[in-house]
């Protein structure tokens, strides 16, 4: 059980991709006492109270999303609605932009994603396997673009966008957030971490470097993809600046943007909380989704994710 | 280029370069070009009007960093309550997260746990989702009748209206204080505002950050865990250390490094709180949750004022840049070299600093 804890850790959680601990000695047992016992008792219901802090709000957020206002009002607390409702999702999806969001999110995700899952690991690979000059520079200038923080960029990005003409444009939403710097670092690193025995064959067979690339590494790579994946996923799932910056278009609002104007109010009258909390419990749903599949697929394929 | 090598080097040279093009290109063009022309507009007058780059548009030098530093106007005391604001959130929230992780953590490693999968991705939870779902959430539980009064009306006490409360937390109620307090100002703001700490709005979003970040940075501290040495453990074990003293004296030093990377990027991304802001209250009440993120949105995009918003995000970057280079520089110290635990440590920064704004 020792032997697994690392890669339980990275499954349990359902996110690292891989990782191996080396073989350790048998512990020493710790003897059971009463006093033992208590203590464990006392563990549990620490763990289970923080859990209930943690998970109660999403609860409730679920559960006013199916009461009337007046009743989400009343009674905060309540897991259960007085009176059911689905008022609330039926004004989302058939008399408000909601639709138009969540369409303008998952064309985004989709594209941000693949993108990152390609180039990420295209350039990944040459800075981790191929030698040319020019490397070491190209290395230098991604670390230190790793260092700009992102929320200083929101002016500046919208000033090239508006210069491009790519303003108020899909091309515009994707195209900034097609690569990332801590991607590519990811893919080479892992790069480095397998053999290159393979490879090498590869080339003395006569194999170019695209085609190594894809049909000998990509497919070994697997773990370091899922977690490209998942991290892309979430991030452009989950953006809310760059949209702002970089559309005004009713059309163009994903649905991070349009549930952040709906939830200042500037789209609508009155608290509005099952409204307002419907929406942030949809665009929650797909995160939660590849959060626990690709928790799962981890956990399936786990034997031998990384060797070397 | 001078050819280098052998055919299959050269061959290598151009595959390099193409495929590292598309990266450098997309960054290049979006990171590095806008970080330069944004250098440009904070030292000119340009009102977002056409391109900056045409012929009316004026070198201005220093000016839109002296608006929002020295120029006595509102435009400065916007920005020092920024500052105040930010500050107060970064005093609050770097240390707390930090500690709910660190205890997180410690508790969901222990060996006999049972359904230690169902407590890990509860409070993992939390980090995975949007910041703009968990500030409508947050919106909610803490409006003047919310869970949170509720459970606090348990105990009798009636709680404020948390968002639109901008009383200081540390004024005690106090409305307005003795005059050696109140007349000095820094950025426009009084000392008694300075010492005054976030608002009562401003302390619900530091909740928020510490709800949703703990769960990020218990990931980070327990990957250390996994990696300390056990036979220093199990020495103390038999030497009959209790449990308490183990973790300070025995497991606490060990995590040094990770404490030192948590706190940095606590620091680096509490500076950068947007989201929340922008989601839920705008600044306000009286501007007791503008942040400088926020203020530079809202001066370029709000009220057309390029140049001194522009200026607000390099002297926010330069804050940023300055945690960011101290941690490479303490971390570039003690770099592990195992290649394999070193792109797990990646894929776990970077993790952490997807955990933008402190949030998520």
Same mark, same amino acid.
């Not at chain 2, 707390?96 to 359904?115: C, D, E, K, S, W």
């Not at chain 2, 100002?185 to 979003?205: E, K, N, R, Y």
């Not at chain 2, 001194?308 to 070299?337: C, G, M, Y």
């Given at each position: 059980m020792t032997m697994s804890n690392t890669r339980e850790l990275a499954e349990g959680v359902g996110l690292m991709g891989g990782g191996t601990a080396a073989p350790r000695a048998p512990r020493v047992r710790e003897r059971w006492t009463p006093g033992r016992a208590v203590a464990q008792g006392a563990i549990y219901a620490i763990l289970i109270a923080i859990a209930v802090i943690y998970i109660f709000p999403f609860l409730i957020d679920i559960a006013t999303s199916f009461k009337t206002e007046p009743d989400a009002a009343a009674n905060p607390l309540s897991l259960i609605p007085q009176t059911w409702t689905t008022a609330a999702y039926q004004q989302l999806f058939l008399n408000s932009d909601f639709p138009i969001w969540f369409k303008n999110s998952v064309i985004v995700t989709v594209f941000v994603t693949a993108g990152r899952v390609f180039f990420d690991s295209l350039a990944g690979y040459a800075l981790a396997r191929l030698d040319f000059r020019g490397r070491g520079v190209i290395f230098a200038v991604l670390v230190a673009i790793m260092a700009v923080p992102n929320i200083v960029l929101l002016i500046p990005k919208f000033l090239v966008i508006n210069q491009l003409g790519i303003f108020d444009s899909y091309a515009g939403m994707i195209l900034p957030l097609l690569v990332d710097a801590a991607g590519v670092f990811i893919m080479k690193n892992f790069f480095e971490s397998i053999p290159v025995a393979i490879e090498e064959q590869a080339r003395i067979d006569g194999a170019g470097s695209f085609r190594i690339f894809w049909s000998i590494v990509l497919p070994m790579a697997r773990p370091a993809l899922i977690t490209i994946v998942i991290l892309s996923f979430q991030g452009s799932w989950n953006e809310l600046a760059h949209f702002i910056v970089s559309t005004s278009d009713p059309s163009l609002t994903t649905l991070t943007k349009g549930v952040a104007q709906l939830a200042s109010g500037q789209l609508s009258q009155g608290t509005q909380y099952p409204l307002k909390l419907a929406a942030g419990a949809i665009m929650t749903i797909p995160v939660a989704i590849v959060f626990f599949i690709f928790q799962r697929r981890i956990v399936n394929q786990s034997t031998g994710a990384v060797k070397e | 280029m001078a050819r280098t090598g052998s055919g299959i080097r050269r061959g290598q040279t151009a595959a390099g370069w193409l495929f590292t093009a598309p990266v450098l290109v997309i960054l290049g063009l979006f990171l590095l070009v806008p970080v330069l022309m944004a250098a440009w507009v904070s030292v000119s007058d340009w009102t977002g009007r056409g391109s900056p780059f045409a012929g009316g548009v004026h070198f201005v030098g220093a000016e839109n960093y002296g608006t929002v530093l020295w120029s006595g106007g509102l435009a400065e005391s916007d920005f020092g309550i920024s500052l105040k604001n930010n500050f107060w959130y970064? *005093? &609050?929230? @770097?240390?707390?997260?930090? *500690? #709910?992780? &660190?205890?997180?953590?410690?508790? #969901?490693?222990?060996?006999?746990?049972? =359904?230690? =999968?169902?407590?890990?991705?509860?409070?993992y939870f939390p980090s995975v989702t949007s910041s703009v779902a968990i500030t409508v959430l947050w919106l909610f539980l803490f409006s003047a009748s919310g869970a949170v009064n509720a459970v606090i009306g348990w105990f009798g006490v009636k709680g404020p209206n948390w968002f639109n409360d901008p009383d200081g937390i540390f004024h005690f109620g106090a409305q307005t =204080?003795?005059?050696?307090?109140?007349?000095?100002?820094? &950025?426009? %703001?009084?000392?008694? !505002?300075?010492?005054?700490?976030?608002? @009562?709005?401003?302390?619900?979003?530091?909740?928020?950050? @510490? $709800?949703?970040?703990g769960g990020t940075f218990m990931l980070l501290f327990l990957a250390a865990l996994q990696n300390l040495s056990e036979e220093v453990e199990e020495a103390a074990l038999v030497d009959g250390a209790s449990s308490v003293q183990r973790f300070f004296r025995v497991t606490l030093p060990q995590l040094k490094t990770t404490l030192f990377t948590v706190l940095t990027l606590g620091l680096i991304g509490c500076w950068q709180v947007f989201d929340q802001i922008y989601t839920g209250t705008r600044g306000n009440p009286s501007k007791t949750t503008l942040t400088p993120a926020y203020l530079s949105y809202q001066a370029a995009f709000g009220s057309?004022?390029?140049?001194?918003?522009?200026?607000?995000?390099? *002297?926010?970057?330069?804050?940023?840049? %300055? $945690?960011?280079?101290?941690?490479?520089? #303490? &971390?570039?110290?003690?770099? #592990?070299?195992?290649?394999?635990?070193?792109? *797990?440590? !990646?894929y776990q920064a970077t993790l952490a600093r997807s955990a933008k704004g402190g949030s998520r």
């Open positions: - | 970064v *005093i &609050l929230v @770097v240390p707390l997260q930090t *500690i #709910v992780a &660190l205890f997180l953590a410690v508790m #969901v490693n222990r060996r006999m746990l049972r =359904g230690r =999968g169902f407590f890990r991705t509860a409070y =204080g003795p005059a050696f307090l109140t007349r000095p100002t820094a &950025l426009g %703001v009084s000392l008694w !505002d300075w010492i005054g700490g976030p608002s @009562v709005a401003m302390t619900a979003f530091v909740i928020l950050a @510490v $709800f949703t970040t057309n004022e390029w140049g001194p918003a522009a200026a607000i995000a390099f *002297i926010l970057f330069a804050i940023i840049i %300055v $945690f960011t280079l101290i941690q490479r520089w #303490v &971390l570039a110290e003690r770099a #592990v070299s195992k290649r394999r635990m070193k792109w *797990i440590a !990646d």
